[in-house]
């Protein structure tokens, strides 16, 4: 059994505790609010406080950008932590993959729900170009995939994976502080099973703040936060709709 592996943040030197921390503070700019970011930052426990940035974004608020040195470490060696499952296989092998288990083009759906107007990474995951190199749904052979964009309503959207008889859905997510938008995925699974239609469809979680312990906490079948290719997303969709229609590990 390995022991305790305490690690600090890095900045000039191994360990050193050097970190950035922005935030605003409902204060005018001015001396008195760079010494408050200062003490607020003390508090924190960051030794050292230095403000590099000061500025004023409104009447009466001003946004700091802050250097310290974390006085805390973290013990690595006792995390535990879960991650959507990956893989590496070439988008000619998964279309050849669906063609062979399927014989058929998979429907995936993907959208932003109700009052979330953010779609892109959603769009990364789905427009023909994708990102960084890594094409999009759009461009596979395998998938007919429709991005049916922001503002979606959570019945509008349950109705649409009724009539297509989607295979699986990809709903993009920016979680508020208010947590807003985690009550409109929960809706949205709850509605599909209130139709027996979770059983049936694969749920996706992505966005920024989304990672696969909340995804799956939600009741999503996984979660992908930023930098996510959709390579990744499509191998997943490949094996997790072959678990669901029963099919052994590696297709039928």
Partial sequence: MTGPR?????GDKKNDGAVQVSFTLPISRSAVATEAAKRYVAKMGLREPYVTLAEAIAPGFT???????????????????????????SREEIDAEIARRFG??????????????????????????????????ERYHGFDARNLGAQVPVADLARQIRETKADAVL??????????????????????EAERLRDRVVLIAGGARVDHALAKELGYDAGFGPGTTASRVALFLLEEISRRRGMPEGGA
Avoid at 174 to 192: A, K, S
């Fill in 63 to 89: 946004y700091f950008v802050v250097y310290g040195r974390s006085t805390h470490d973290i013990d690595v060696a006792s995390i535990t932590a879960e991650e959507a499952p990956g893989g590496a296989l």
């Fill in 171 to 192: 709903v993009s997510a920016t979680v508020t502080q208010n947590d807003i938008h985690v009550r409109h995925m929960t809706e949205l699974v709850d509605m599909l």
């Fill in 104 to 137: 058929r083009r998979l429907i995936v759906l993907g959208c932003a729900l109700e009052s979330d107007a953010h779609t892109v990474g959603l769009d990364a995951i789905f427009n023909m170009k994708g990102f960084a190199g890594d094409y999009g749904l």
């Fill in 6 to 10: 305490l690690i600090r943040p890095y």
